[in-house]
């Protein structure tokens, strides 16, 4: 694993999701936007222009533009004083519309293709102009970067070396490797799907003779790119650009495989502009009474919120602001919000090679204007930075083949590796005793780098081999459950345990396991509980489907956009005397012991105690499954009650002197539960924090669960986390559920299956 070396000298390590660089956009292109969807980007550096309520004012039709919103918008969101550190709009003097935030994104742009590409100056016959009108009206976007960077090329100089002084990622060799953009929209026919379609609409139009036969689609599409060549050749070449002629002599197949290096190492952008985010956070979040008022305060808002509610322009009733519809529209994802599309080049990333492992990710924001580089798992300072090329679901073999046609290298990536060893081990007639220790290794770095499926191929060979071996039925079971498939590691595990014992000699942790999920599991048979919902209505949950879950959608604790997930249980789960006693079992355990442990989670450590460590903590937790939670979770999101099992379960600690937050994850579990044990009044800050997607942790909804109570939801697809403690301390319990349910049942069959009680 050369690749994946650190560099030598290099100090520290980095965490999964550390920053570790920030690029300017070297070439960009913004997706034409419809109407009320315009976004207004720099053109050199794609950072949104203007305010935000500038932003949400550019929705409003062109007749009310007389509606102004110059006012401070209500519950403007943190990141809104982003775009209130102003930069000045510098239009583009020659006329052609482009706008920038800068004088220097202007003169930057000029300097490496702008002054050649502008076609402020033209008339609709030049080259240029035919070529921008072909790009944008068709949406082959991409190639609107590939003009940046052949221009850039072809001032940087007449040479090839002088070429990659001006774009240093670029390597004619490298370049010519890749398939011409034609073959590769084919390859790639549903990832590039719109390029293909419009290809094939421009291709249908350039073709002269009339000729409708479908033609091949990679002749179709070279007959598109050989028309763009020309185009953009007699552009540069009526400049005179240095290295027109060398550019020239390359020919369209050099082009066209230009095109697909861009395509390739380009990083997409496609993001909620600043007035969507803005108003998805207020339809989402807020009370409709709430939002009404604030738009009888402010006209101009309700203006702009019908506005995007009727697209389309059908609703012109001109009736009154209707909050409640439109709140309804968006929740079912009728509403169009203004969005920013685009595509951005960084030369840095450029540069760096694939893997299937990728060191980093990537990701742009046109808030800060700036290509962000993380670390894509904990690694060592200095580590290789690597993508993946991968567009997509394909399968990792897919991804081989298209890096083989596009001349690159099967990768040093571990998967690469771990599947080369598993063929070879076919190849000499399958895996022996004498394979046990590679396996074992194979298996430890699969967990470590999340590859659960090679973990799971691996396991189930180890544990074919040596029956009572433990802990690989216990790797085994855990990398089927981090895959989802809950029921079937469970059986794993009780397989494992069950092998074990016959040898005589039980494995401790799969007794462990055993041992917790027999405490924590429903019994099989219908189950009665009657149960309170925040309102006080009183449910009876024998079916695991019923009404409720609407009401129960209207909490007031809790903001409209995290209710689809997430729910209290008002009346007490737990007694007061009950959570009492819990505290002063698990404080007891600790002190007995040494202290609070925190390494039983990895990713995100607690400070804390496992449930049936504390036999007063269990038998009260079990008593609360089954007469309430377990109803309230089968009746809010409609499971089977006896499909339930607890996963894990543990008090948890949060003090000054101690563990003071929990950062934003997912759990591994379907529902997850918090349950308060002391008073919200024992300390200042705290909670768990539920974030809505696309949200910081800043903008998240932060939830106070008392004493007694249990705040349920969907831990293992809502980002969470545990709000920074100021003073005092803070108990909870917190559950890890799964459903035994079938796993291919998917959502949406499962809402049509609901019927009114
Ligand atoms: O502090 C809380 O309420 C959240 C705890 C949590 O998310 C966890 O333990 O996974
Ligand atoms: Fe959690």
């Excluded at 370049?175 to 719109?194: C, I, K, Y």
């Excluded at 001349?407 to 399958?430: F, K, P, Q, V, Y």
């Excluded at 004493?707 to 969907?714: L, M, N, S």
Aim: glycine share 8%; with cysteine; proline share 4%.
């Amino acid at each position: 694993m050369a690749s994946t070396a650190p560099t030598v000298g290099a100090t520290g390590r980095l965490e999964y999701g550390d920053k570790i660089a920030s690029e300017e956009p070297t070439f960009c292109t913004q997706a034409p936007g419809y109407h009320k969807t315009l976004v207004s980007c720099c053109y050199a550096c794609l950072r949104i222009l203007g305010t935000l309520e500038e932003n949400l004012q550019a929705c409003l039709p062109d007749g009310e533009a007389e509606s102004s919103l110059d006012e401070p918008l209500p519950w403007a969101p943190a990141w809104a004083t982003k775009l209130d550190q102003r930069h000045a709009k510098v239009s583009c003097p020659r006329g052609c519309g482009a706008q920038f935030c800068s004088q220097e994104c202007l003169d930057r742009a000029n300097r490496m293709h702008h002054d050649v590409l502008c076609v402020g100056p033209c008339t609709e016959d030049d080259p240029i102009y035919k070529f921008k009108t072909l790009v944008l009206e068709r949406y082959i976007l991409v190639f609107d970067l590939v003009a940046q960077v052949c221009v850039c090329l072809a001032k940087g100089g007449e040479t090839e070396a002088e070429m990659t002084d001006a774009v240093p990622s670029f390597s004619r060799e490298r370049v010519g490797s890749f398939l011409p953009f034609g073959e590769h929209a084919r390859d790639f026919g549903d990832a590039l799907g719109t390029y293909g379609d419009a290809m094939l609409a421009v291709a249908e139009d350039l073709r002269s003779d009339g000729d409708e036969n479908p033609e091949d689609l990679a002749e179709d599409l070279s007959l598109v790119i050989a028309e763009l060549f020309e185009l953009l050749m007699a552009t540069m070449e009526a400049k005179a650009l240095p290295g027109a002629r060398a550019l020239r002599s390359w020919g369209p197949d050099f082009f066209a495989r230009l095109a697909t290096w861009v395509d390739v190492v380009s990083v997409g952008v496609e993001c909620l502009s600043p007035a969507g985010r803005y108003v998805n956070g207020l339809l989402g979040g807020r009370e409709a009474n709430e939002i009404l008022d604030a738009c009888s305060r402010m006209p101009a808002l309700g203006a702009a919120l019908s506005a995007l509610a009727s697209v389309d322009g059908d609703d012109d009733d001109g009736g009154e602001l209707d909050i409640v519809k439109i709140q309804e529209a968006h929740d079912e994802g009728d509403l169009f919000l203004p969005n920013v599309s685009g595509l951005v080049f960084s030369d840095a990333v450029a540069s760096y090679g694939h893997s299937c492992q990728p060191s980093v990710a990537i990701s742009f924001s046109p808030l800060d204007a700036r290509v962000i580089v993380q670390a894509n798992h904990a690694m060592a300072a200095g580590h290789r930075r690597t993508l993946c090329y991968r567009r997509g679901s394909e399968t990792h073999d897919e991804t081989l083949e298209f890096l083989h046609r596009n001349g690159m290298d099967c990768c040093s990536c571990s998967t690469c590796s771990h599947r080369a060893e598993l063929r070879e081990m076919e190849a000499m007639g399958g895996a022996t005793e004498a394979d046990l220790e590679a396996l074992d290794r194979m298996g430890k770095i699969a967990f470590e780098e999340e590859r659960y499926e090679d973990a799971c191929d691996v396991y189930s060979r180890v544990v074919e081999l040596t029956r009572a071996d433990g802990s690989a039925w216990v790797a085994y079971g855990r990398a089927l459950v981090n895959l989802d498939r809950w029921s079937r590691g469970y059986d794993v595990w009780r397989e494992g345990a069950e092998a074990a014992r016959v040898t005589g000699s039980p494995h401790e942790e799969l007794e462990t396991l055993m041992a917790s999920h027999r405490y924590y599991r429903a019994e099989k048979g219908s189950r009665k509980g009657e149960i309170a919902l925040w309102n006080g209505t009183k449910i009876f949950a024998s079916s695991g489907c019923c009404d409720w879950a609407v009401e129960g959608e209207e909490d007031p604790r809790l903001p409209r956009n995290v209710r689809w997930g997430a729910f209290f249980v008002q009346e007490p789960v737990l007694s007061r005397p009950e959570c009492a006693a819990i505290i002063e079992e698990a404080e007891g355990h600790a002190a007995e012991r040494q202290g609070w442990s925190t390494k039983r989670h990895y990713s995100v450590p607690t400070t804390d105690i496992p449930a049936h460590a504390l036999p007063g903590c269990l038998s009260a937790l079990n008593r609360a499954l089954e007469r309430s939670i377990f109803p309230a979770i089968s009746s809010r999101f409609g499971e089977d009650v006896s499909d339930l099992q607890v996963h894990d379960a543990f008090v948890i600690k949060y003090s000054m002197d101690g563990q003071k937050f929990l950062p934003i994850h997912t759990d591994q579990s379907h529902y997850s539960a918090t349950i308060g044990l002391n008073s919200t009044g024992e300390y200042e800050g705290g909670g768990i924090v539920v974030l809505e997607e696309g949200e910081e942790e800043e903008e998240g909804c932060v939830v106070k669960v008392n004493e007694g109570e249990a705040f349920i939801f969907r831990g293992g697809e809502m980002s969470h986390g545990g709000r920074n403690i100021r003073s005092g301390v803070r108990y909870i319990i917190a559950l890890f559920i799964f459903s035994h349910r079938d796993p291919d049942v998917d959502e949406d069959d499962e809402e049509g299956g609901q019927e009114e009680v």
